[in-house]
T-cell receptor, first 113, second 114 residues
Framework: DADVTQTPRNRITKTGKRIMLECSQTKGHDRMYWYRQDPGLGLRLIYY???????NKGEISDGYSVSRQAQAKFSLSLESAIPNQTALYFC????????????FGPGTRLLVL | ELKVEQNPLFLSMQEGKNYTIYCNYSTTSDRLYWYRQDPGKSLESLFV?????AVKQEGRLMASLDTKARLSTLHITAAVHDLSATYFCAVALYSGGGADGLTFGKGTHLIIQP
């Protein structure tokens, strides 16, 4: 089983709708992140969380909100989706080991019409 | 504001050739990551570089870090078609208990032709 899972994997929605993207991890990591990827722009940080009580905005948090329901679960919400939020969304986790990498989920492809 | 620049952004090369991808960053950081992404897939971690002068190698890929120059390189030796992918470098800023997330370059789209 994958260590970082995301649901749904693909989603089509309409402008103005509220949607939630979910992320779960079995790595036991405290730190979790949401990124979005747009063609030619790399990945950009939306929100990150160091634990259930610690939520921080990233570079592009406007239009998004998050919820850390448990150590293993971190959800991203689009309160009122707009077409320029069409992108590929990745969840990631980070361990505490000095040489440890960030582990990425499989991604959610979102299309806002 | 941390900025990460990769170059080239697009690279087409022949099998058997050597080439280097460059990653410059604007603010002191002690952790530099390289990832690979295949079309439609997630990011696969290649290397994490932690200190000045660090060098890591895996197969035909070798990464190095010069923190004084704020430069990392990813060198490809005797390229093979299977290495065709998009390669990202990323830098971490830290505060408090851990990484504030990664700042990514725009990626280098690498095509290796027979």
């Amino acid at each position: 089983d994958a260590d970082v899972t995301q649901t749904p994997r693909n989603r089509i929605t309409k402008t103005g709708k509220r949607i939630m993207l979910e992320c779960s991890q079995t790595k036991g990591h405290d730190r979790m992140y949401w990124y979005r990827q747009d063609p030619g722009l790399g990945l950009r940080l939306i929100y990150y969380s160091f634990d259930v009580k610690d939520i921080n905005k990233g570079e592009i948090s406007d239009g998004y909100s998050v919820s850390r329901q448990a150590q293993a679960k971190f959800s991203l919400s689009l309160e009122s989706a707009i077409p320029n939020q069409t992108a590929l969304y990745f969840c990631a986790t980070d361990g505490t080991g000095k040489g440890e990498t960030q582990y990425f989920g499989p991604g959610t492809r979102l299309l806002v019409l | 504001e941390l900025k990460v620049e990769q170059n080239p952004l697009f690279l087409s090369m022949q099998e058997g050739k050597n080439y280097t991808i460059y990653c410059n960053y604007s603010t002191t950081s002690d952790r530099l990551y390289w990832y690979r992404q295949d079309p439609g897939k997630s990011l696969e971690s290649l290397f994490v570089l932690l200190s000045n002068g660090a060098v890591k190698q895996e197969g035909r890929l070798m990464a190095s870090l010069d923190t004084k120059a704020r430069l990392s390189t990813l060198h490809i030796t005797a390229a093979v078609h299977d290495l065709s992918a998009t390669y990202f470098c990323a830098v971490a800023l830290y505060s408090g208990g851990g990484a504030d997330g990664l700042t990514f370059g725009k990626g280098t789209h690498l095509i290796i032709q027979p």
